[in-house]
Each structure stands twice: as C-alpha cells, then as structure tokens.
C-alpha cells in the first residue's frame, strides 16, 4: 500500500508560523490531488485546504476552507515531490493532528471530501498554544 509520509508539525504560540510538508517515494505527486486534513482534540476530522493535480486544464489549483483562508497556503514542488502548507497568523483552534492525503485525479479541482481520498500519511500534531 502507498504510503505518504507528512511533517513539519509541532508546538507555537499564537500568531506564529509553521509549514508542513507531504511526501512520497512510492509514487509521483504530480498527477493526484493532494488535500490536508486536520483533526482537532474531540472533533471529526475535517477538510482545510487542496491543491489539484498539475495537469494541463486544473494546474494545481488550491482551495481552502473558509476557517484557514487567507492565513494557509498550499503549493507543491513537482521536482521535489512534495506538496507543502505553509500555515501563518495560527490560533488556538488550529490545533490538531494534520494529515495529507492523495487521490488520483485529472483534469478536475480538488475537493475537501475525506472519503475522496485514498492515501494517507500517519499525521503530524500541530500545538498552537501560548
């Protein structure tokens, strides 16, 4: 089974920053939307941002929940084979476990769906707190 492998998580204060980062050795990034999912203590697991496949009609197109719009950016790094969230201006509520996780999918936006997907990485703790 593919395995994503997802990082960057830790501990900030509020207003800080923090990027993570979502790799792969198993397969090529470039052709699969790749979403960012975060689950906070006591909640479902929810849908923040993604970012579409790079091909030629959705060329990495992002899209954010309204909750980190403005504050997230998602952006990928085809040579590197990595998607990244650089998340900025973080509050308390941001807090969580954030996961990637990849779907083939061509010449379509990305969607915030969690059953969409079917490659996930482990999880990497995300701690705003002052």
């Known amino acids: 089974q593919p395995q994503l492998v997802d990082s960057g998580g830790g501990l900030v204060q509020p207003g800080g920053s923090l990027g993570l980062s979502c790799t792969t050795s198993d397969f090529a990034l470039d052709y699969y939307s790749i979403g960012w999912f975060r689950q906070a203590p006591g909640k479902e697991r929810e849908g923040i941002s993604c970012?579409?496949?790079?091909?030629?009609?959705?060329?990495?197109?992002?899209a954010y929940a309204d909750s980190v719009k403005g504050r997230f950016t998602i952006s990928r790094d085809n040579a590197a084979n990595t998607v990244s969230l650089q998340m900025n201006s973080l509050e308390p509520d941001d807090t969580g476990v954030y996961y990637c996780?990849?779907?083939?999918?061509?010449?379509?936006?990305?969607?915030?769906?969690?059953?969409?997907?079917?490659?996930w990485g482990q999880g990497t703790q995300v701690t705003v707190s002052s």
């Open positions: 996780a990849a779907v083939v999918s061509l010449f379509r936006r990305c969607v915030l769906v969690e059953d969409e997907y079917d490659y």
């Open positions: 970012i579409s496949s790079s091909d030629s009609k959705v060329n990495s197109i992002p």
